[in-house]
């Protein structure tokens, strides 16, 4: 089994940054797609933030494009988030995803607070 476990969240103030980090453990061959979700406070669904393709396909939700980046370390099977010129909206429980035709893997996520 993958088991895909999240960090780096913390408190940020408007306009700063943070790097998620999203450490996958067990086997991941065969893995397709690597999303970030991320939930909001109050709200039932969750929001995709970005998905990344091993092949090399990125696509970004509008609100996060030109601000967030996903990059990976393959030979550490490490998936990283960052986050520039966070706004009070990006404040959420961001979640990784790994997938592939048989099966779907979530981490448990990590709190990012943007707050003056």
């Known amino acids: 089994q993958v088991q895909l476990v999240e960090s780096g969240g913390g408190l940020v103030q408007p306009g700063g940054s943070l790097r998620l980090s999203c450490a996958a453990s067990g086997s991941i061959f065969g893995i397709y797609t690597i999303y970030w979700y991320r939930q909001a406070p109050g709200k039932q669904r969750d929001d995709l933030v970005a998905?990344?393709?091993?092949?090399?396909?990125?696509h970004y939700a509008d609100s996060v494009k030109g601000r967030f980046t996903v990059s990976t370390d393959n030979a550490k099977n490490m998936v990283y988030l960052q986050m520039n010129n966070l706004r009070l909206e990006d404040t959420a429980v961001y979640y990784c995803r790994a997938t592939n035709e048989d099966e779907d893997y979530w981490g448990q996520g990590t709190q990012v607070t943007v707050s003056s």
């Open positions: 998905a990344f393709t091993i092949g090399g396909r990125t």
